[in-house]
């Protein structure tokens, strides 16, 4: 049998190196004869208690004594001495510990020694364990958090990102239409290129007008004095009654390409005591051709004494297709006691151009 005394300093939470010194003397049965010296192998065993149990790890250490006396770092090496891990760290660093000790395969020498903190690891053990919320912004090197470092399922809201104020800081694929709040603005002094592929478009459609004044209709005629009696309709009345066919007029009609039509109105003045109404046709031709006209609407104003503005919403072939078509406005009308203040036409679009 042998005896064993211990004194020095068990420095366990001087953590950055992992590892513990450690001093003692071994001596013969006796307890005063130091043991034989030379070399000598001693294993370190880790407990929760102070007898019986399982070994929370062990280390293996090969010392050299005189006169009994020896100094070792327990974890000071490689295998079966590596320095103690992190999990290892963490369990001598949070409970209360014991050690027991063989030397040169003999039994495990009792009573086991308790772990005990020296004076300056008070304050290694206050680094170790921080508590909640208490790093502040000042403590992180600037720099230091990486993506890596976040969690992927971290939710940062907007509030905490500062503006991105430089160009190139975010990816050409990344901003998508999810990505920009319905509210949001966008300014900018430079500019902006869309593909050709693609174009601003509206959430829902936009509804627009398209406002003909008088003075935007040509006369013409296919019988003589048609021209005086349309160009008294146009222009707050006349005196000469003709019929439909002798009274006509055309105004060109420009409109976004892909609008919608959903309603054309027609404002006049008529005297019901002389002649018919007023017909107003928007037609559709195709281009180079002199043939293929077709009507898109007709609204006609009734004979009244005052004035009125009749509306008609039955639209044939709506959407604008200014590839294939071309429009316009035709006037016909049956009574010079009659004046054509304007048409107008109602139109929505999705696309902003």
Do not use: W
């Amino acid at each position: 049998m042998t005896a064993i005394v211990f004194f020095g300093s068990l420095d366990i939470f001087s953590q950055v190196p992992g590892t513990l010194s450690y001093q003692g003397i071994l001596l013969q049965s006796d307890g005063i004869t130091p043991l034989t010296d030379g070399a000598h192998s001693i294993v370190f065993s880790f407990y929760t208690v102070s007898s019986g149990g399982s070994a929370l790890f062990t280390r293996t250490i090969s010392v050299t004594t005189s006169r009994g006396l020896y100094t070792c770092i327990i974890g000071g090496g490689v295998a079966p001495n590596a320095p103690f891990n992190a999990t290892e760290m963490n369990q001598v660093g949070s409970q209360q510990v014991y050690f027991g000790i063989k030397v040169d395969a003999g039994t495990e020498l009792l009573p086991r020694a308790q772990l005990t903190t020296a004076a300056y690891t008070y304050q290694a053990q206050s680094a170790y364990s921080i508590s909640d919320n208490a790093v502040t912004s000042a403590k992180i090197v600037d720099g230091a958090i990486t993506n890596a470092d976040i969690n992927s399922s971290a939710a940062i809201v907007d509030t905490k990102l500062a503006p991105i104020t430089t160009a190139g800081k975010v990816s050409g694929n990344a901003i998508t239409s999810g990505t920009i709040g319905g509210s949001t603005s966008i300014n900018t002094t430079g500019t902006i290129t869309i593909p050709s592929s693609n174009q601003y478009a509206y959430a829902s459609a936009k509804t627009h007008y398209l406002s003909i004044s008088n003075a935007a209709f040509q006369i013409s005629t296919n019988s003589s004095g048609g021209s005086a009696f349309v160009n008294r309709i146009l222009n707050n009345g006349g005196s000469n009654a003709l019929t439909v066919s002798n009274g006509l007029a055309f105004a060109a009609v420009y409109l976004p390409d892909g609008a919608t039509i959903t309603s054309i109105d027609l404002s006049v003045y008529s005297d019901p005591s002389f002649g018919g109404p007023m017909t107003l046709r928007l037609m559709r031709q195709a281009n180079g051709t002199a043939s293929g006209q077709a009507t898109v609407a007709t609204v006609s104003a009734a004979a009244l004494s005052v004035n009125s503005t009749s509306t008609t919403t039955a639209i044939t072939n709506g959407t604008i297709d200014n590839a294939n078509y071309n429009y316009q406005l035709v006037l016909e009308v049956t009574s010079a006691f009659a004046s054509l203040y304007n048409a107008r036409i109602t139109y929505t679009t999705t696309k902003t151009d």
